[in-house]
């Protein structure tokens, strides 16, 4: 199991988030030591669903105006439609995903939340995969799509659904431990 003890996960959330795809990727970086912010549009808590059924909500302990990209090592993007239509127009959501792709920190986005990717620049050459609903608009922003249970691009691991969450979660793990080992890399232009 990674050791990730002193590793800061910041993951961004709106109301309709996909419940697993949030729960279990933080319940495996929290056992591996991370300390993983929850941070949303407001503090409170933060309704998630199970498809499209209302679910159990998390706490968001921070706004997006308030997040210090600096202040990170990895970045957790989980996905959900309502989530992902609504996240991927805010602009201070869009800031810290342009922050964090440019330091080349590691991000992991799941099924709907390439959106953001996309309103952020971030997929252009990149090769990635997505719940397939979404495919069409990751090859019209330049992205190489592929359906695959999980695919790594440089900083970006990106998976489709729900099933695909153990491979998912092992690759971020492994992404972050190979980062803190890394040296660091020439920021993306």
């Keep these: ?65 308030e997040v210090q990209p600096e202040r990170y090592h990895a970045l957790l993007l989980p996905g959900g439609a309502f989530n992902a239509d ?39 050459g990149r090769t990635l995969t997505s719940w397939p609903s979404i495919k069409t608009d990751l090859r019209n922003a330049g992205a190489n799509w592929v359906d695959r249970e999980v695919v790594v691009d440089d900083n970006l691991v990106t998976s489709r659904k729900p099933d695909d969450i153990p491979s998912f979660n092992r690759a971020f793990m492994q992404l972050i431990e190979e980062s803190k080992t890394q040296p660091a890399q020439a920021a993306r232009t």
């Design 86 to 124: 609504t996240i991927r127009v805010i602009p201070h959501a869009q800031r810290i995903v342009k922050a964090f792709d440019d330091a080349q920190k590691p991000m992991a986005v799941i099924c709907h939340a390439p959106w953001l990717l996309i309103d952020s620049d971030a997929v252009a």
């Design 1 to 65: 199991m990674a050791d990730l003890s002193k590793i800061h996960i910041a993951v961004l959330v709106t109301e309709g988030y996909e419940r697993a795809e949030l729960v279990e990727p933080v319940d495996a970086l929290r056992g591996a030591g991370a300390v993983v912010d929850i941070i949303s549009d407001q503090r409170g808590p933060v309704r998630g669903f199970v498809h499209h059924d209302p679910a159990d909500s998390v706490e968001a302990t921070m706004t997006f105006d």
